[in-house]
C-alpha cells in the first residue's frame, strides 16, 4: 500500500513530514523513513517496523531542512528491513526516490543498469527506478542535468503500476528546492498554499495545512517547488489540472470523498490486491514465501485432498480457489458451505487440508466447520483479513488479504483480495509438491508475471465506471436477472447476482451457462436481463452459443467479454470490454463491472448500498 507525503517550502521540514506520515501510517507498516535535501546532500534516516521506531531514530540522528520527502512502507519487492525500507538512494548517491507500487520490467531494467557500472544496495524494485532516474542526470558538460528530465526519460521505460516522487542533488552548493512526481495508477495529490507546497498519498495527510489539492491523473508528472506547481501528462504536455477544495467533514474524509464506502471500496481494490501479494512473492526467483504458515514442505506433500469451507461471498472465493488449486497444485478439491458441513458427516483424516476462508475469520458456521475438520484430524488453514480473529488462532497456516477495514456490508475488495490469496496458495502448494525446483522456479515466474500485471488490469477495469452506470439507468427498474458463467468464471456469475440482490433488492441469480436449458431457460424473455460472462479462449464459443439460446427467446443479453467486442455486436445489446489477463486471474477483474452496475443500480433505486436491509458484516451466529 505504502505512505508517501512530501513537502517543499520555508517551514522546517521534518515535523511536517512526521505528521503526514502519522496519518498514513495505516497504508504500511513494516518500516518508515525520510530524506531531506540541505546544503546540497541528501540526508535519509530509516526504520524498520512501525513508525514509532522512526521517531525514535531521529531523536537520535536529527534531520533539519525545508524539502524532503517521507515514506511508510507496505513491502512488495524485498523484505521488511531497514536495507529495503524508503527513501532509496541511487549508488551514486544524487536521488532518493519513495515509491508505492511495482515496476513490472525491473529486472530487465536491473540487468542494464549493473552492465552500465550502476550498483545495488536493496532488493527493492524501486532502488531500479532510482539509479534509472540518476543514469539520465548526467550532462554533455558533467553538469547535474535537470531532474524533470531525468524524470521524464525514466518513467518512459516503466511498465506497471506505480506512484512515487523524487529528490535529486549533485554539483556542490546545488539545492533545486524542488520535488518531481509521477503517477500511473496509485493515488497521488498535491496541496497548495502560498509559498509552499504538500504531497501525499491520500488527503488525510495534508488537511490540517491545506484544503485546496490537485489530484494527479495517470501518466501524469508534476513538479513541486515553493513559488507553485507544474504539471505534463503523459504526452509530455503542459497541463492545468482542477483545483478543489475539500471542506470535508470526518465522514467525508474517511470515505475519501466518494459518496458511499461501497464505491470507495471498490477503487481500493487495485491497491488491496497488489496489498495482498506484496512481500510474498520474489519476482526474480520466481518463490512464494508465506510465512505465517507453519507445516513444513515435507507435511504439505503428505497431504491428499483439501476442503474449503466457507459462507455467502467467501463461498464464491472458495469456488475459484478450488479451479485455482486443482490446476496448479493438482490436487483434489471439495467446496462445502460452513452452515452445511457442520451437519454432515464429512470424510476427514490426517492427510486432509482443512482451509476456512472468512473475511472478519469470527464466521460462526465457517468457524464450527473448521473445529470439526480439526477435532477429526485434518490440518487446518485460513484465509482472513483480520489479524487475530478467531478463524486465524486455532489455524496452523493463516493467508492474510490485507484489504484493510471493509465498511460496506457487500464484500467488494475482501472478495478479489481473498481471490488473491487462493492463487498465492495454490502456487504455494505446487511449489512445495513440485520435485523439480529448478523446473518449478521458472513456471512460477510466469505465473508471478501474471500477477504482477493484475492492479494495472484492475484499474482499467474501473475505467468503465461510467459506462456501468450508463447500463445502470437503462437496466434499473428490472425486476429479475440471470448471470451466467462457465469454468472459473461460473462462481463469477453467482457473485455478481448476489451483489446485484444484497445491494439493489433485485431477484438475480447466478447460472452454470452449459445448465441453462435444464431450466432457468424457461424464464427468459424481453423484461429479464441476461449478463452472460465471455471471456478467454477455452469455453468463449459456449458462452456465444449460450447467448444465442437467449437471443431466440427475445432475451436481452448484457456480454461482458475480453475479445473483440464486434464478435458479439450482434448477440448482445451491450457489450462490456474487460482487460485479458490470465484466465486464472481474470475472474478477479471480471467481477469488477459487476460490482459497479450493482452499486449503481442499487443507488438509482434508493437502496442504502453501504447497509443493506437484513444483512450484516460478519455473521457471527448460526
Known sequence: MCGIVGYVGSREVVPLLMEGLSRLEYRGYDSAGLVVVKNGSLATVKAEGKLERLREKLRHEPLAGHYGLGHTRWATHGAPSERNAHPVVDSKGRVALIHNGIIENFLPLKKRLQAGGWTFSSDTDTEVVANLISSYLDGDLGDLGDLKTAVEKAKAELQGMYAFAAVATGAEG??????????????????????????????????SHTKDVIFLENGDLARLTPAGVEIWDRAGKPVDRPVQHLNWDPIQTEKGGYKHFMLKEIHEQTQAVQDTFAGRVDFETGRVTIDTI?????????????????????????????????????????????????YRDPIV?????????????????????????????????????????????????????????????????????????????????????????????????????????LPLAIDQALALEPRMEELARRYFRAENFLYLG????????????????????????????????????????KDMPVVALATGDE????????????????????????????????????????????????????????????????????????????????????
Not at 528546492?177 to 503517477?183: G, L
Open 294 to 342: 507453519a507445516l513444513s514442505e515435507a507435511e504439505i506433500r503428505g497431504l491428499e485432498r483439501i476442503q474449503l469451507v466457507a459462507c455467502g461471498t467467501s463461498w464464491h472465493a472458495a469456488l475459484v480457489g478450488k479451479f485455482l488449486i486443482e490446476q496448479l497444485a493438482r490436487m483434489p478439491v471439495e467446496v462445502d458451505y460452513g452452515s452445511e458441513y457442520r
Open 349 to 453: 483424516s490426517s492427510r486432509l487440508l482443512a482451509v476456512g476462508v472468512s473475511q472478519s475469520g469470527e464466521t460462526a458456521d465457517t468457524l464450527a466447520a473448521m473445529e470439526i475438520a480439526r477435532e477429526r484430524g485434518a490440518r487446518l488453514f485460513t484465509v482472513s483479513n483480520v489479524l487475530g480473529s478467531q478463524a486465524t488462532r486455532i489455524s496452523e497456516g493463516v493467508i492474510y488479504t490485507h484489504a484493510g477495514p471493509e465498511i460496506g456490508v457487500a464484500s467488494t475488495k475482501a472478495f478479489t483480495t481473498q481471490l488473491v490469496a487462493l492463487y498465492l496458495l495454490a502456487l504455494y502448494l505446487r511449489q512445495a509438491r513440485h520435485s523439480d525446483v529448478t523446473e518449478a522456479g521458472a513456471l512460477e515466474r510466469r505465473y508471478l508475471e501474471d500477477l504482477a500485471h
Open 539 to 622: 469455453v468463449y464459443e459456449k458462452v456465444k452459443s449460450n447467448i444465442q439460446q437467449v437471443k431466440a427467446r427475445d432475451g436481452v443479453v448484457i456480454g461482458l467479454t475480453d475479445h473483440d467486442p464486434e464478435d458479439l455486436a450482434d448477440l448482445a445489446e451491450d457489450v462490456i470490454l474487460v482487460p485479458a489477463v490470465s484466465p486464472l486471474l481474470q475472474p478477479i477483474v471480471n467481477v469488477i463491472p459487476l460490482q459497479l452496475l450493482a452499486y449503481f443500480i442499487g443507488v438509482r433505486r434508493g437502496a442504502d448500498v453501504d447497509q443493506p436491509r437484513n444483512l450484516a458484516k460478519s455473521v457471527t451466529v448460526e
Open 486 to 525: 462457465r469454468g472459473i468464471n461460473y462462481p463469477i456469475a453467482l457473485e455478481g447476482a448476489l451483489k446485484l440482490k444484497e445491494i439493489s433488492y433485485i431477484h438475480a441469480e447466478g447460472y452454470p451457462a452449459g445448465e441453462m436449458k435444464h431450466g432457468p431457460i424457461a424464464l427468459i424473455d
Open 174 to 207: 546545488r539545492e533545486g528546492q524542488e520535488i518531481v512526481a509521477a503517477r500511473q495508477g496509485p493515488p497521488l495529490l498535491i496541496g497548495l498554499a502560498h509559498g509552499e507546497q504538500f504531497l501525499a498519498s491520500d488527503p488525510a495527510a495534508l488537511l
